[in-house]
């Protein structure tokens, strides 16, 4: 089983940014891919950015391009999401998970295909 604990959430005014960290202990991440999602107050959990496990290959949900990038320090067990340019409606919880398929290519949007979840950090734009 692994933990997942993400941090670097908090209060920003719009067009702000923030970069969130999370951070895998209890076994290696490094060959699964990983992604971020994210929940509003009374709205459904959305599927945000993921990446392949050697971090060749991104997908961001529509409304998130050109603005978050997803990284990840496999030596480090951490994966990133650089978020610029904030919007209000980006305000959520915001989730990191760990997928199937080590070492593969395949990603996923759907919460179902993730296995491990952090307990997310909180993310506030203002307007």
């Known amino acids: 089983q692994v933990q997942l604990v993400e941090s670097g959430g908090g209060l920003v005014q719009a067009g702000g940014s923030l970069r969130l960290s999370c951070a895998a202990s209890?076994?290696?991440?490094?060959?699964?891919?990983m992604a971020w999602f994210r929940q509003a107050p009374g709205k459904e959990r959305e599927f945000v950015a993921a990446?392949?496990?050697?971090?060749?290959?991104?997908h961001y949900v529509e409304s998130v391009k050109g603005r978050f990038t997803i990284s990840r320090d496999n030596a480090k067990n951490t994966v990133y999401l650089q978020m610029n340019s904030l919007k209000p409606e980006d305000t959520a919880v915001y989730y990191c998970?760990?997928?199937?398929?080590?070492?593969?290519?395949?990603?996923?949007?759907?919460?179902?295909?993730?296995?491990?979840w952090g307990q997310g950090t909180q993310v506030t734009v203002s307007s």
């Open positions: 998970a760990a997928g199937r398929d080590p070492y593969g290519t395949r990603w996923s949007s759907s919460r179902s295909w993730y296995d491990d």
């Open positions: 209890g076994r290696t991440v490094s060959s699964y891919p």
């Open positions: 990446i392949t496990w050697s971090g060749g290959i991104t």
